[in-house]
């Protein structure tokens, strides 16, 4: 399959400090990128969807001033967790989809904040 | 998409058949059963999707029933790197790109020595 790809695949920051994660698709373009959020022993959960060259879609209580996701480019989503906190520590994921609607996880990045 | 129940956990000794049921009676005619599976601390990998018939793959084998309310997952012969949260997903496949993936609680399978 299709080779999805993030950076980094793990971040410790302190409170108050913003953190950029970044999801690459390395050899197809990715028309759409989804970010989920997993707690310990728990399921993903969808945070927001991009399409390259627009806004995001959030899904509900996802703050988006929170998150800010950039999809700049087909094979480039990045998404900012701003003013971290210790409750936003989690293993944050993204998956790519191309023009075949098939998607394609990245490895996770492990936030932890202190 | 329709919803999925898995039980949440099932044990298997290694080498033999590991089959992992999924109900979706609600499933709508255009949806697919996809199945992911999570090893920990990693991304989901895909393992195999299917619409009516059979289907499989050097991973695993799908057996969907014939009126679709139900599918079982089979690994023929596990091994312990098949442990993992395997998740079975029903979305409609194609089209729009923007289809999402609902993760449920997944079935936490075990594989044992």
């Known amino acids: 399959g299709a080779v999805v790809s993030q950076h980094p695949s793990w971040v410790i920051c302190k409170s108050g400090t913003s953190v950029k994660i970044e999801c690459r698709s390395l050899?197809?373009?990715?028309?759409?990128m989804f970010w989920y959020r997993q707690f310990p022993k728990q399921s993903l959960m969808l945070m927001a969807t991009?399409?390259?060259?627009?806004?995001?879609?959030?899904e509900q209580g996802v703050e988006k001033d929170k998150f800010l996701i950039n999809h700049a480019s087909l094979t480039l989503s990045t998404l900012t967790v701003t003013s971290a906190h210790p409750e936003d520590s989690s293993f944050y994921i993204c998956?790519?989809?191309?023009?075949?609607?098939?998607?394609?996880f990245g490895p996770g990045t492990r936030l932890t904040v202190l | 998409d329709a919803k999925t129940t898995q039980p949440p956990s099932m044990d298997c000794a290694e080498g033999r058949a590991a089959n992992l049921p999924c109900n979706h009676s609600?499933?709508?005619?255009?949806?697919?059963v996809y199945w992911y599976r999570q090893i920990h601390s990693q991304g989901p990998q895909y393992i195999i999707h299917?619409?009516?018939n059979n289907e499989t793959n050097e991973m695993a084998s799908l057996i969907i029933t014939e009126d679709r309310k139900s599918s079982t997952l089979i690994l023929p012969h596990a091994t312990l790197r098949d442990t993992a949260v395997y998740y079975c997903?029903?979305?409609?496949?194609?089209?729009?790109?923007?289809?999402?993936?609902?993760f449920g609680g997944g079935t936490r399978l075990m594989v044992k020595p």
């Open positions: 609600t499933i709508s005619g255009n949806e697919y």
């Open positions: 991009s399409n390259e060259g627009s806004k995001a879609t959030y």
């Open positions: 997903i029903v979305r409609v496949a194609g089209g729009n790109a923007g289809n999402m993936l609902t």
């Open positions: 299917g619409l009516k």
């Open positions: 050899d197809f373009q990715a028309t759409t």
């Open positions: 998956s790519a989809s191309g023009i075949k609607n098939e998607q394609f």
